[in-house]
């Protein structure tokens, strides 16, 4: 038995869906550059609202306490240390609107700049601790838009001139760009860094602190400044300036090391239209020779956390963190359903440092072996620890109340795929579970990673009298090196369906899965490989596909990624190869859907439009199958992780009655041998 397992001890109920207003989810941490105190943020869920509470705390090691600096109906984000560890600066919103906040250790005191309606977030402090540097959402005023005239109405339109004209939780940005700016702490004034129509983000101070670092993105996915270069820049009066002039591919995450002579960061130097599928990876830049190498180079993993579940908002994590003076560079990575904490110098010597059937989703490096990160598994959502010397100890305990309650663990295992090849698999149990019973099952699947981190909706299923499983299969993002997840390119819904059929298989050959009483589901890609395995196969007795694609054409323009996303998925744009685009369409074999479909889509999902669902819904309606659509209003693609407390618990409520309604929860008796 592991640890793991010796947690799941016998208790008095399973998890529910309203069990998601009890949970507190560790979110940002920061730990000073003298490594006394760690900033962190905690949010809960808020049911007056219907919305989300950002606390900041903070943990003193010495006395080995923490208290609450903010408090109220407020967000606490973007937390930020001085380099002498003397202010803590942090973004604020409640009722009054948007400030900056910089908090005072010696006296005590926070010193408060309003935003005037422009939030401002991504703080760092300058070297001398006088200024910070942020982003703010900034309209930008095109030479041919005119303002109101006398007796003329105001016209109410939108133009569009950027290929990525609205993005997925923030909205239509078709006149604002993500600038760089300055506040000084002295005088309260802000000042504007950059002034182009690029959107820009994660601004890093020199360490000597007259440069700046930061990264430039054009959305145009087809040239190199698409997905994101670094640029460099004096401060307050030089010119942006791109760090890699002829580097071809992605470099986000810049960290200035001690004597600014170079920049770590996270890329990969493939030439555009890049996507997904290649992998950030670690890297160093000489900033006067404007040149680049990858560091580790044996390094066949991504960079971040890829881990797919439901607690967390955010779910890569791109990033590589240099302390001010120190030799190491640290980051995450992704391995086999596990992310782990890594720590690499400019030689390319690196060590794994936190590891295990865990995901790390956040970390925060200070100067002399010393980090504070936070750690989730399937037992818990997720804590903050310290490591220090060699060895890790725990701060929080977040959500005591999860050990009155029962909680079913995943079984890890491997199955043989398609041409042999193992394919890495999870399997959770009813909590009700015995021999000689079978049970409806409920197969989740996705291309992203499944992996080591909580998950409520699966525990949910299990509490109800599922077992549930997940396989990463060729395709996953992340974890199994870069041509596993390049496997499926130009493929989809071939070879990685197929191998997702015979996991299906390996597990119905077990007596306790009821192979008559199946249910599928999965959201985003994992919508699309609902949708497509509805349409391939009748083995299913019930399916819910989630903010799903349907369609590859249409895909390709009603997406925020659907230029960049859809050549990488299908290797083709429509225009070239619509015959290929087609096929690997599930719209395409709407005629062979028998199955039970629940269609559960947000109407302000840019990811996945809202139209990929009405296509779906329509034609299945059309042929008078059982199909119905739910939209949950004023969501994005990122419903069940983010969305309105409410609508996430409405969102399992509804999953959970179509799979009752078509699987039943009862278990079989099985007939004696």
Known sequence: MTAIDSIFVKRRRGLIPEDLMQFRWLAEIAIAPDA???????RRPDAASNGYITQLYLHDLADDAARRLTAGDCQASSIAWSRDSSQLAYSYRDAAGDAICVFDLAAGSTA???????????????????????????????PDDRGAAPGIPQPTL????????????????????????????????FAQITRSECDYSQPKWSNHGARLAFVGMAREQNTPLGYGQIFVCDCPDGAPEPLLPAWQGTAVSPVWGADDAYIAFAGHNHAPPVNRRNFWQPHLADVAQRRA???????DEEVGNYAVADQRVGLSNVTVKWAPGDRWIYFLLTEQGAVNLYRIDTEGQYTRLISGESVTFEYSPALGDVAAYGQANPANPGELYIWQGGKSRRLTDLNPWLRDVALSPPESYWYDGVDGVKVHAWLIKPLDFAPGKAYPHIQYVHCSMFGWDFNHEFQVYAAAGYTVAYFNQRGTTAGYGQA????????????????????VDELVARPYIDGARMGVTGGSCGGFMTN?????????AAAVTQRSIANQISFFGTSDIGPECTGGETRTDPWRDLHSSWAQSPIAYIDKVNTPLLIIHSDEDYRCALEQAEQ????LRWRGKPVELVI????????????????RIERQRRILGWFQRYLGTEAALLPPR
């Not at 130009?490 to 070879?495: E, K, M, T």
């Not at 497509?532 to 299913?540: M, Y």
């Not at 069940?640 to 609508?647: H, L």
Request: proline letters at 2%; aromatic letters at 12%.
């Open 616 to 619: 779906m819904f329509a034609a």
């Open 532 to 540: 497509w395995v509805v349409g391939h196969t009748d083995r299913f």
């Open 36 to 42: 006394s105190q760690i900033a962190y943020t905690i």
């Open 293 to 299: 190498w990858k560091l580790g180079e044996d390094i």
């Open 484 to 503: 596993w997840t390049k496997a499926s390119e130009g493929d989809q819904g071939g070879a990685e369906y197929d191998e997702i059929m015979l996991g």
């Open 632 to 647: 949950f209003e004023g969501e994005n693609h990122g419903l069940s992780r983010g969305g309105r407390p409410g609508n």
């Open 112 to 142: 408060v700049f309003p935003t005037a309606g422009m939030a401002m977030s991504s703080l760092d402090f300058s070297a001398d601790g006088r200024k910070l540097v942020g982003l703010r959402w900034t309209p930008l005023r095109h």
């Open 158 to 189: 939108k133009v569009v001139r950027r290929l990525r004209y609205k993005q997925d939780g923030i909205g239509w940005v078709h006149d604002r760009y993500c600038q760089v700016w300055t506040l000084d702490l002295n005088t309260g004034d």
